[in-house]
């Protein structure tokens, strides 16, 4: 038995950063460092007629002041729709026109504000309907090659279709169907936005950004230097400690290659900052969705078709939150067993805010809608929402009409465990005039990384130095959730060496390998198999070298310890038979001989035969290898909706009981159970704070949580207006309980943990609502406002003491 | 902001705002350093207060006067003021967080302006009354009257709220505060306090004020009338939720429809008598 995995142990960076020691892009400053301050857009859309930046210019401090007319073009986006500073025209609120470096922050703002900017204000279309509405203006007239665009309609395609959804359909015994939608939700991240851009002698960048794909970042702003024309020269990017990520840092950003430009121009570093309401304004949050779902099943209950349609609306630009669609197909093909099934969707260019990822991408949106549709055809069919879970459950082994290959599936334990531990049997029976009720759904998500670009790899470079101590470079990202921790202590496991003397290196694309990105609950799987694949070269070279060198190590350490113990017997084992690479074990840096007797000078400190290997005469060596992982999967053909993009899947089921007061629409969780399918938990504390922090950010979804816009501007830019749950919000009863289904293809058996504990939850509490007054609300958030409305239209004012459906 | 001064006396505070115009007096700064941040209030310099003890104090004597800079967690602590006037711990009790209440002041709550200001509903049943100081002297105006507009008092710019003094509790008063926000942290979208005296199932006296449902924090007439000098029944209590509804004046803002608002207030005033019969006329 491991004798660190599955135990609880605090986080690496746990004491730096609760004594404030850890250094957030916010800490980092630079010898000369400038501060960037953005002009940003004062319409929706508009032409932009001129650009006037000599008051700004004229500000005493003022170093230098960039538009579109004085800087190369940069493009960006995952469609090339999007450049640094807006030239043309702006076609959303938050449109960067112009920036400023300046010696201070004030200053940098005070000229940003100078700047006088002339527009022609242009028709703006708010939402997807008018955005598609025959004749409506276009967001994008060209695309990034120059080709005239003649729709809204962004050019991305995903579908699905299997079996035969005309004849289920008309087949089925019971159907239902409903329109759900989800708002524009602010990531929240506790740090704000920033970025760190300079410039060395030799025209190289160094950039501190705060992202999740430093390897692709790196492309990207590579890409830049050569627009800018720095062709060849290299872009080094450095991770500083992240207050969360949550999506954010999958994109490049504006307003980094703002600073890059900057950088650029001045000669100097320069830095930026968005304070929260710079963040909720001119950061992208999680797309808005509507999602048309219809379901039918059998009289049995089987599930026989399922059909899913799709609209987001996309906001200006195409970030990668436009492909939102790749992983909602999942839920949609492959939660529960569903024969024919079509999926299609259509995302739409408005002059919203352009939208981002966000944890979960795409999968809490469409898993909102299709477990809050399939408790109605539950309803329908007369059968109990638990038991139509049970019937349609999936199981190890099957290939879902999407061609996922399901291994390992702890669904039926999930949703059993919930029922369980929630009492679903005694759910019946709530005391009359208390409106209560319970309600669960479920959730399958990549557990094995997700496949969406052509490499789907992570790279780990392990070292010893000539004192056991282990240095972990991954190119994978830790912004809070863990990643660190979880490799710390595969590391201490799969090596052998003290927690305690591993040290993971700071996420830099200069000394850390390369990883595709943390994104699609990875980071632990990934870099954990990676890690795995060089921890056993690691051993390898360590028990080739101890062939030669235990035997006099040993000899070395027999004899001290008789001089410090002259009176040991003498022991009458022959070691030296043993020494064999395959009977050498290594545990808490101590290396000894398998199957051996007691003898206290078999065991080894590493370090001795480190520095043994290393000073050998005639030719040392060094303990420094490295390891690329890309995990058994297919990049689907989205098209076709086909391909098995990820190595495993996560199951999970989650049940609420929720109190709802029908006076004033409040719902308040009287008590939560969720029960994951990790595949095997590596540090049980992480886990609970993973846990524990989606389902938070699961309440948010369900009950408080949207960005409000009016006419394309955002009304509540600050933690006031725009609500996240408090403390005071979840502290409720939260029952965790985790099912180990020992995942082949998962480090120990892990799969990816990230995202699912969000992504159930708005259904389960929308479902246990219905269940205790009878009232289904289809748009989130839930609030009291909306939930006292759908009352008022259903019961016309006469509530009932006891909901219609109470059994 | 130019200076910033620490004055050693109410007279000599009076003395410097005058002085200086354009200046500001800052007790907790909970509001006004937040709005400073914004720009929205850009004063030429600050008169602190917070440290007069002239300002902090809280006496209680058959009534009480409650230092303007005294912070609510003060008030919140003190036990005489929390067993006469309970209601005005029910309105602090939820206010902010801990580290708000720590260092917002309860004139300051009040010289804000703010339609929901918590405290205010709370004063205004109460019958409370601010003590304002200028250099030509003191006068006296109940809190009720305190309120002009949105992000206005009747606190004139060279003028110093200085107490809130409370007449001794009414004898067998049943007072009681609700509010109604989207999470624990958040400015009320609907409050309402409530004083009655029940005597034989008679509401002898009633008196309901609102907060967030109007300009300014308000009285209830009208549906204090439906009630006062009445038997307390759970019709008349059903008149007074829809009198209530009526009676405010709500907007619609991002925190909440203003139907939605009225709707709060009369489930409010319903609650709150209610709760009043139940205790009965002990």
Known sequence: ?807 | MSSYHRPPSVAEALRLKRELPGSSFIAGGTDLLVQMKDRVRQPTALISIRHLSELTRIETDGGARLGAATPLSDLADDSALMTGWPILGEALRDFASVQIRGSATIGGNLCNGSPAADAAPALIVLGARVRIAGLDGERLLPVEQLFEAPGRTRVREEELLVSIELDPPLPSGHGVFLKKMRTAMDVSLASIASLALLRDGRLEEIRLAAGSVAPVPMRLHETEKVLRDRPLTPERIAEARRVARDEVRPITDIRAGADYRRHIVGVFVQRALEATLEKGDR
């Not at chain 1, 927690?499 to 390998?513: A, L, N």
């Open chain 1, 1 to 807: 038995m491991s004798p660190y995995l599955g135990k609880a142990r605090p986080r690496p960076d746990a004491a730096e950063k609760a004594t404030g020691r850890a250094e957030y892009i916010h800490d980092i400053r630079r010898p000369g460092m400038l501060h960037a301050a953005i002009r940003f857009s004062e319409h929706a859309h508009a032409r932009i007629k001129g650009i006037d930046t000599l008051k700004a210019e004229r500000i005493r401090g003022v170093r230098a002041v960039i538009t579109a007319q004085n800087t190369p073009e940069i493009r960006l986006g995952f469609l090339r729709d999007n450049v640094a500073l807006k030239g043309e025209k702006v076609r959303q609120f938050r449109d960067e026109v112009a920036a400023v470096a300046a010696i201070d922050p004030d200053v940098a703002a005070e000229a940003a504000a100078a700047i006088e900017v002339e527009y022609e204000p242009l028709p703006a279309l708010f939402d997807p309907a008018s955005a598609l509405d025959e004749g409506a203006p276009l967001v994008h007239e060209r695309d990034a090659a120059g080709r005239p665009l003649e729709t809204n309609l962004m050019p991305v395609h995903f579908r699905h279709s299997s079996g035969d959804i005309t004849a289920a359909r008309s087949a089925a015994a019971h159907a239902v169907s409903g329109e759900f939608s989800t708002p524009l939700i602010q990531q929240s991240c506790m740090g704000t936005a920033g970025a760190l851009a300079e410039f060395d002698p030799r025209m190289n960048l160094t950039i501190w950004a705060k992202t999740q794909i430093p390897f692709l970042a790196q492309r990207d702003f590579n890409s830049a230097l050569s627009q800018i024309g720095l062709a060849g020269r290299n872009t080094r990017v450095i991770v500083p400690a992240l207050g969360g990520g949550f999506g954010t840092g999958l994109d490049t950003h504006c307003y980094e290659y703002i600073a890059i430009l900057l950088a650029w121009r001045t000669g100097k570093p320069v830095k930026i900052l968005y304070k929260r309401d710079q963040e909720f304004a001119y950061l992208s949050p999680r797309q808005s969705s509507t999602v048309r779902i219809s379901q039918g099943c059998d009289a049995g209950g089987r599930l026989t078709f399922r059909d899913v349609h799709v609209t987001q609306d996309n906001g200006a630009y195409g970030s990668w939150g436009a492909t939102y669609p790749s992983v909602m197909m999942i839920p949609a093909t492959s939660l529960y067993r569903v024969p024919n099934i079509e999926f299609d969707c259509e995302l739409v260019y408005t002059n919203n805010t352009y939208a981002q990822a966000m944890r979960g991408y795409g999968n809490p949106e469409l898993t909102w809608a299709l477990e809050s549709n399939l408790d109605e055809l539950a309803e329908a069919a007369g059968i109990d929402p638990l038991e139509i879970r049970r019937i349609n459950c999936n199981e190890p082994g099957e290939v879902t009409p999407m061609g996922l290959r399901v291994t390992t599936c702890g669904l039926r334990e999930c949703i059993e465990g919930v029922g369980e531990r929630l009492g679903w049997k005694n759910k019946g029976g709530w005391g009359a005039g208390k409106k209560r009720g319970v309600g669960l759904a479920s959730m399958v998500h990549v557990g094995g990384s997700g496949r969406i670009y052509r490499s789907d790899a992570s790279g780990v470079i392990l070292r010893l130095d000539d004192y056991g101590n282990l240095y972990v470079a991954s190119g994978g990202v830790d912004m809070g959730q863990g990643l660190h921790s979880a490799l710390q202590i595969m590391a201490a496991d799969s090596v052998g060496v003290d927690p305690e003397r591993v040290f993971i290196t700071q996420t830099d694309t200069s000394t850390c390998p390369w990883d595709v990105g943390t994104h699609a609950s990875r980071g632990a799987f990934t870099a954990g198999n990676a890690l795995l694949m060089a921890a056993e070269k690691m051993r390898r070279q360590l028990f080739e070298a101890a062939i030669d060198l235990y035997p006099d190590l040993v000899e070395q350490a027999r004899r001290s310890w008789i001089r410090a113990n002259p009176d040991t017997p003498p022991a009458d084992f022959d070691w030296r038979a043993s020494v064999a690479p395959e009977r050498f074990q290594l545990r808490n840096n101590l290396l000894s001989l398998r199957d051996t007797p007691p003898i206290p000078w078999l065991e080894i400190d590493l370090a001795k035969l480190i520095r043994a290997a290393h000073f050998r005469a005639g030719g040392g060596e060094m303990f420094t290898v490295e390891a690329f992982y890309d995990p058994p999967s297919e990049l689907p053909d989205w098209e076709r909706g086909q391909g098995n993009m990820s190595a495993c899947y996560t199951y999970g089921t989650q049940g609420v009981e929720v109190e709802v007061d029908t006076d004033t629409g409040d719902v308040k969780i009287v008590a939560m159970v969720s029960v994951l399918d990790v595949g095997r938990v590596i540090n049980p504390q992480a886990l609970r704070g993973q846990i524990v922090g989606a389902i938070a950010q699961g309440v948010g979804y369900a009950l408080y949580e949207q960005v409000i816009t009016e006419k394309g501007r955002i009304l509540n830019p600050n933690f006031t207006d725009y609500k996240i749950p408090t403390a005071v919000e979840i502290d409720f009863p939260l029952d965790l309980e985790y099912i180990e289904t020992d995942e082949p293809a998962g480090p120990y058996g892990a799969k990816g943990i990230g995202e699912p504990g969000l992504t159930p939850t708005a259904p389960a509490i929308a479902n246990a609502i219905f269940d205790a007054v009878g009232v289904r609300v289809r748009d989130l958030p839930i609030t009291p406002e909306r939930l006292l409305a759908a009352l008022h239209a259903r019961y016309d004012d006469h509530i009932p003491r006891r909901a219609p459906n109470a059994r």
